[in-house]
């Protein structure tokens, strides 16, 4: 991945995390009742640098380092309850790590997150984590101070993670929290060298909740509302201006695209999808005209996928492949990973993030009209 505009991935990553369900449950008044514990924890990870490509390689055998703090909100009314049959946390994630070689340096992250948790006993809980925010990093790719560095080349780059936890109640304020996760940095697609830092952690942490919590175990209703849903088109227009250098300096150039999706609601926050994309990437084309390579800047595909629907928000996760690619760079599978927040019932906006394997080849802004048939 490799991004310049430090701005504009900001905007992109407040987007991404700020994802939640937006529901609310009301009583026989109409009122709405929301029930959230608030608890603040800190915790220590360690791990290992995965050197997932030949040009990091002088990063293998690293071992790093983390402290972090962890500012949540977890939902435990019946609203919520019927919704997932969980217990979800949202909230703020703040990190140190120390990468264990001078190559790669420090790193300082804030990044929201989302987190289903599932009761096993009265004791003890089993978490999903998902994670996105910003990192700033000490020691970015320098052709004179550190051009051993491949793995990042802008001193802000995207953080994300995945993991699972386990929480364990000491008592009504105390918890114990032990997690295994999969970190990874990089720009996105933007400045190059970007290969990414990906490492995976495990570690624990304390956290103090000053409300005991008051979880709903009732029995969760068996409406299954969405069968009566129907199919929902949404054609989006997308684009990105991407920064690329040419023999006269740094410039942008516009990638500009067209896509149709179908979406079907399957359960209560899950939807399949299929569609497809077709785009032009100007980059691309002086790419190939500087390579001497007599081929298509446009590109065409087919996805399918599977959508959480999350109130207002759509986090999207889509499997494509090219039905029409004349170009040698990358294989013909790619994946997306999209949000998009529903202005109204017709009209949406978000951010889609475009990979190939480990490698992202970019992110674009996209806007939406949705019909239901």
Known sequence: ?????????????????????????????????????????????????FAHSEAVQNTKGARPTGVEAILSWQRTDSAIWNLCNCYPRKGLLLSYYDYDTKILGKSITAAYFLEPTYKINNRTFFSFRGAGGISYLTNPFDSIKNPANQSYSTTMSVYLLVGVGVWYKLNESWWLNSSANYQHESNGGMKEPNKGINWPTAGIAISYQPKAANYFTGIRSSEKFWKNNKIRWDAALFGVARRTQTESGSSRKALVGFSAIASKQVGRINAITAGTEIYRDAKLSYRLKSDSIDAS?????????????????????????????????????????????????????????????????????????RLYY
């Open 297 to 369: 800047s446009i590109k065409a595909g087919l996805l399918a996928g599977h959508e959480f629907l999350l109130g207002k928000f759509i986090f999207s996760q889509q499997l494509g492949v090219y039905v029409f690619d004349q170009t040698p760079y990358y294989d013909r599978l790619y994946h997306r990973w999209g949000l998009i927040y529903n202005i109204s019932n017709n009209i949406g906006a978000g951010i889609n993030l475009k990979v190939h394997k480990q490698v992202a080849e970019f992110a674009d802004l996209r806007f939406i009209y």
């Open 1 to 49: 991945m490799h991004y310049r505009n430090k701005s504009r991935w900001l905007i992109i990553m407040i987007a991404f995390v700020c994802f939640t369900p937006a529901f609310a449950q009301t009583d026989s008044s109409g009122t709405k009742i929301k029930e959230e514990v608030f608890s603040i924890g800190l915790g220590v990870q360690h791990g290992f640098i």
